[in-house]
């Protein structure tokens, strides 16, 4: 069971001294082995090849150096957003993305609910799990993190909210970066650095 065990399972179905697996079996297997190594290659390839755009275009570059965007979330968010300046501002990219909470009013009262999920669901699970790497990263590196307002700001969401609301937090805040990061041309640098004491 499992993905690990694949390359043992390949070993046991191209021997044709094993007898654990019968004749006909072997042969579908032997199919279906061929194909997972095709789908392999051309991986490679297009990995390869999104690599390459990604070293060639200057916004994907920019956009990977924002703490928990890398090669692919970058390459992801220059190819759908395209001309971030559609939107007028990172907040309305990150409701595009459906990043933002679904509000409910009543009474003057105003009602935050669960995320919108409208949007591209494939760059908001991207944002959302470089946002969890980004999480992970800064809780190793703690004296780093409470050294910038972004860290802290991280922190004290932490003390308040439960680990999954905070990270989509973070993605939102990391869509909005990235919209100003598109607009502006800029390149993403740590705000508030504060001197160590």
């Known amino acids: 069971k499992g993905a690990c065990n694949v390359t043992r399972l390949i070993k046991i179905i191209e021997d044709g001294k094993d007898d654990r697996i019968s004749d006909v079996a072997r042969e579908v297997l032997c199919c279906l082995v061929d194909q997972l190594r095709q789908t392999d290659a ?3 390839g297009l990995e390869r090849k999104l690599k390459a755009w990604h070293r060639t275009n200057e916004a994907s570059q920019r956009l990977a150096t924002i703490p928990g ?6 390459t992801a968010l220059v190819a759908t957003v395209g001309d971030a300046s559609q ?3 990172g907040s309305q990219l990150a409701a595009w993305l459906g ?7 009543t009474g003057g009262k105003i009602r935050l609910g ?13 944002l959302v799990h470089g946002a969890r790497a980004a999480l992970r990263w800064s809780r190793r590196t ?3 993190v409470a050294t910038d307002r972004y860290g802290q700001w991280q922190q004290a969401l932490l003390a308040r909210r439960p680990t999954n609301i905070v990270l989509v937090a973070m993605a939102n ?8 990061l598109l607009t502006r041309g800029d390149s993403y640098k740590p705000q508030g650095v504060m001197a160590a004491a």
């Open 173 to 180: 805040k990391m869509a909005r970066i990235a919209w100003a």
């Open 69 to 74: 965007i890398g090669m692919i979330t970058a």
């Open 99 to 105: 990043l933002v909470p679904r509000q409910f009013s």
């Open 87 to 89: 939107f007028r501002s």
């Open 42 to 44: 051309r991986i490679v």
């Open 142 to 144: 703690e004296t780093i």
């Open 114 to 126: 669960r995320i919108t999920k409208h949007g591209d669901g494939y760059l908001r699970r991207l």
